[in-house]
């Protein structure tokens, strides 16, 4: 239960008290919906992740092998949670900021670990983290001049580095070693490449929105008679 009287829910027929305000109250989504249950879960396998992968010392197959099941868990649950806050307007203020912190927790503390353990190069970790860290600040640089959409190159970015970092916790040998090696090098491509193209949407962005503001005071005020 929501916790919203007849009317506001539309018992009545009359519209909520407040107008708009009153509206946005009743729709507001619970925190506890399942878009966000989903998002704490994933919060949670991030050290749980953690620690299975660096268990004994971090190269026993079956640990890792468990490692790789709170990995995937977590990056199904990356897929289904933003669906169905949209879907079902589940979307909150909570889910706002922990889903993105959840997302990029998972794949750092992968990262992180493989390269602690020597399965994969510092710079490969290094390159991936600051694309991600630069794209948040970027974010933050033009979010008062407008929001640039997740393009299908971000999506296909992050199912390559899911699906790598995702066979590199698993202990891989032969034809697969191989395989992971290349899976990672198109991920680390696709890193770079839609890092500078959300740099290059970011400008533009902003020098639209500093036009438009200079346009806006450039505008003769409502009511003000030229020459006055």
């Known amino acids: 239960m929501t916790g919203a009287p007849a009317s506001a829910a539309g018992g009545t027929g009359r519209p909520a008290p407040g107008g708009k305000l009153g509206a946005a109250a009743v729709n507001q989504a619970s925190l506890w919906n399942i878009a966000n249950i989903l998002t704490m879960l994933r919060l949670v396998l991030v050290p749980a992740f953690v620690v299975l992968l660096l268990q004994d010392g971090g190269y026993d197959p079956a640990w890792r092998a468990w490692a790789w099941a709170a990995f995937a868990v977590a990056m199904i649950t990356d897929i289904f949670d933003g669906h169905l806050a949209r879907a079902y307007n589940l979307v909150t203020d909570f889910g706002k900021i922990a889903d993105p912190i959840a997302d990029k927790a998972i794949m750092a503390a992968g990262l992180i670990c ?7 190069p510092w710079w490969v970790t290094g390159v991936i983290l600051f ?19 997740a393009s299908r190159g971000g999506k296909m970015k992050t199912l390559a580095q899911g699906t790598a970092v995702g066979m590199y916790v ?29 740099v290059r949407q970011a400008v533009i962005l902003r020098r639209r929105g ?4 200079r346009a806006e005071r450039a505008r003769p005020r409502s009511g003000t008679e030229p020459g006055r």
């Open 210 to 213: 500093l036009a438009g503001e």
């Open 170 to 198: 698993l202990a891989l040998t032969g034809p697969l070693a191989t395989l992971r090696f290349w899976v990672m090098a198109v991920a680390v491509v696709l890193t770079v490449v839609t890092g500078l193209d959300y």
């Open 131 to 149: 694309r991600e860290l630069g794209i948040t600040v970027l974010r933050f640089w033009v979010i008062r001049h407008g929001v640039i959409p």
């Open 114 to 120: 493989l390269s602690a353990l020597g399965d994969l």
